[in-house]
């Protein structure tokens, strides 16, 4: 299924944001401050985010692509192993899923358990 390379996206983010900085005069990248008051609808919190190779929405994603003139698909990775996800599978093997437990009991400080 198809997926976002996020570590790519952070990459070419970055050499665009460093890109700006120097032709502003910056011995460094565009601080995000700036970028947020040159491209209002980019947070910094977003341009942060994806720095950090962290998911972000899907319009936030296009926004900053539209902002620093990048193409959206250079980013799809159509080749990601698929998550896992119970869509697509037999209803069988839905309910094994849903069978599994998500933590196993303890005994509590009280002695009651879990």
Wanted: aromatic share 8%; hydrophobic share 40%; net charge neutral.
């Amino acid at each position: 299924m198809p997926d976002i390379d996020r570590q790519k996206f952070a990459y070419v983010v970055a050499g665009q944001l460093l890109a700006l900085g120097r032709a502003d005069g910056r011995d460094g990248p565009l601080p995000l401050r700036i970028v947020q008051q040159r491209f209002p609808w980019v947070s910094a919190g977003s341009m942060s985010r994806i720095a950090n190779g962290i998911d972000v929405s899907a319009a936030v994603m296009l926004g900053v692509c539209r902002a620093l003139e990048l193409d959206p698909f250079d980013f799809l990775d159509i080749e990601a192993p698929s998550p896992q996800s119970s869509f697509g599978r037999s209803h069988a093997d839905r309910k094994t899923l849903s069978k599994q437990y998500v933590s196993v009991g303890a005994s509590r400080e009280t002695g009651e358990a879990a």
